[in-house]
């Protein structure tokens, strides 16, 4: 039998008033995002750091704002955990990337892409055909990769050629970001596809047609400027890509069949294979190529799948250009997605991300207007979180779960994170994408920001599907409506 002080403590317990929901204030979660800012603008533009470490400073601010707002640490732990669970999948995925380039190296697949690439470069329409061996290239190894090999090789026959350093350099960032946003190769794309919950083939699919539309618009701008910009040394570009070619055919067996791994891609995404049996396939047909046209051994191939291929032809850009890939390389990228995921799911558990979008969203009628916002959102994060990761997760955790509430398609989500966040990030001149353009290229952002033009229209046309969407909504229901009204009078 209880004694009388359990009996009294029984009582009190039955009696004391149930605890009050917790309720978290604009204020607390804007401390959260403002200590964020801080911590990567001071770190990444101030000291020049990778964004890893004030990540974590950030998640811990956040952290700390939730405990004052009454979460356990449980809690707490709980929504970080829960934020990285979706991301699993890109991770995954990001890692077979790193493996896919690095034996796409070593199988000649990529340097046969290069190959035939550069010999579609012509004096006149030298920005136009540059902008598409940039996509091209980038879609194979990424924007940064693209940019640092031959980027910069076409910066120097550009320049050689008297064209404006301004012009080249919007062309080549051009071309590299649209390849960086079509890719199933790509960080950004992968990075998207896991924040927004989509399948990385179908937010392909769905980026693609704005993508291309985006990126034609640009070419036609170029052809028009390349009438303008008469080269003055048309032999400036047999003497600068010759030496690429030629270390190319020396190194490697150039040929058709050295493409049969992207072929194979292709066709997965055709019969709508999933992403991770792509890519599979893609490294494993990539393996029989090295060791049957490149007579290259097993271990070597293997190798290359984890620490990436180190070119050593001699020829210092080709070697910056084919040393790369390797599940290895990928490490950076993983850590940056686990973190800022977890700041997300913290974010979002704790009620914060709601508290902080609420006064902004309520005030958004229109699938039109949500778009024109989370595209904002995503210029304003690369201006205020100088990263391109950043520019894309944060927008991305803060407006899934209205896209839900409101019956709009996540992968409408995950192209308008791609149409604002990645491809806007290198035009920021303090942004990491910006001052990575702006270091390899040798020309600040402010100078090239008006020639990238693929990154100047892409938002613009994002937001003009957004406006057609809700007139093919009223339009629906208009038409709904008139055919309910004919049944109802028979």
């Given amino acids: 039998m209880p004694d009388k002080k359990e009996k009294a403590a029984n009582a009190a317990h039955q009696t004391r008033a ?124 990424g924007s940064w990769g693209t940019l640092g090999t031959v980027g910069l090789a076409f910066m120097g026959i550009g320049l050689a050629l008297g064209l404006p350093a301004p012009a080249v350099a919007g062309c080549i960032i051009s071309g590299a970001y649209c390849g960086e946003i079509i890719s199933p190769l790509s960080d950004a794309m992968n990075f998207a596809a896991g924040i927004s919950g989509n399948e990385v083939f179908e937010l392909m699919k769905k980026a693609l047609p704005l993508a291309l539309s985006a990126f034609i618009t640009a070419e036609v701008g170029y052809l028009v400027m390349g009438h303008f910009f008469h080269p003055e040394n048309a ?15 020396t190194s490697f067996t150039i040929s058709p069949l050295c493409l049969t791994p992207m072929a194979v891609m292709v066709a ?66 993983v850590t940056i997605v686990m973190i800022a995921m977890a700041f997300g799911g913290l974010m979002t558990s704790t009620g914060q991300m709601d508290a902080l979008i ?9 699938e039109g207007g949500l778009t024109a916002l989370v595209v904002g959102s995503c210029i304003g994060m690369n201006i205020v979180l100088p990263d391109q990761f950043l520019g894309i997760s944060v927008p991305g955790q803060m407006f899934g779960e209205e896209y839900e509430r409101r019956g709009v398609s996540r992968r409408n989500l995950g192209r308008t994170l791609l149409a604002g966040g990645a491809v806007t990030s290198p ?23 008006p020639f990238v033009l693929f990154s100047l229209i892409t ?32």
């Fill in 18 to 141: 149930p605890k009050q929901p917790r309720r978290t204030r604009f204020r607390q979660a804007f401390i959260s995002i403002a200590s964020m800012i801080a911590f990567i603008f001071t770190c990444v533009v101030g000291f020049g750091s990778e964004p890893q470490v004030p990540l974590v400073f950030g998640t811990l601010a956040a952290g700390l704002v939730a405990a004052w707002i009454g979460y356990s640490w449980d809690e707490i732990l709980e929504g970080m955990v829960e934020g990285i669970i979706p991301s699993l999948e890109a991770i995954l995925i990001l890692l077979l990337i790193g493996m896919l380039v690095g034996v796409w190296i070593v199988s000649g697949t990529v340097p046969s892409m290069i190959f035939y690439g550069l010999q579609l470069i012509s004096a006149r329409f030298f920005l136009a055909t540059t902008a598409l061996i940039c996509l091209l290239v980038a879609f194979a190894i």
């Fill in 235 to 249: 032999g400036a570009i047999v003497a600068n890509i010759q030496p690429i070619l030629d270390g190319l055919s």
């Fill in 268 to 333: 997965c995404i055709v019969i709508k294979l999933p992403a991770i049996p792509s890519m599979l396939l893609g490294i494993i047909s990539g393996m029989l190529v090295a060791w049957g046209v490149q007579d290259a051994s097993m271990p070597l191939v293997i190798d290359c799948a984890f620490q990436g291929f180190v070119s050593e032809t001699g020829n210092e850009l080709l070697d910056s250009l084919l040393t790369a890939g390797g599940m290895m390389a990928m490490t950076g990228s």
């Fill in 358 to 366: 609420s006064p902004f969203v309520r005030r958004i009628k229109s």
């Fill in 427 to 449: 035009l920021i001149p303090w942004n990491t994408c910006g001052i990575y353009c702006s270091s390899i290229l040798g020309i600040g952002a402010a100078r090239y920001l």
């Fill in 459 to 490: 938002p613009i046309y994002m937001i003009i599907v957004g406006i057609f969407h809700d007139y093919r909504n009223r339009r629906r229901a208009a038409e709904q409506a008139l055919a309910e009204t004919d049944e109802q009078h028979g």
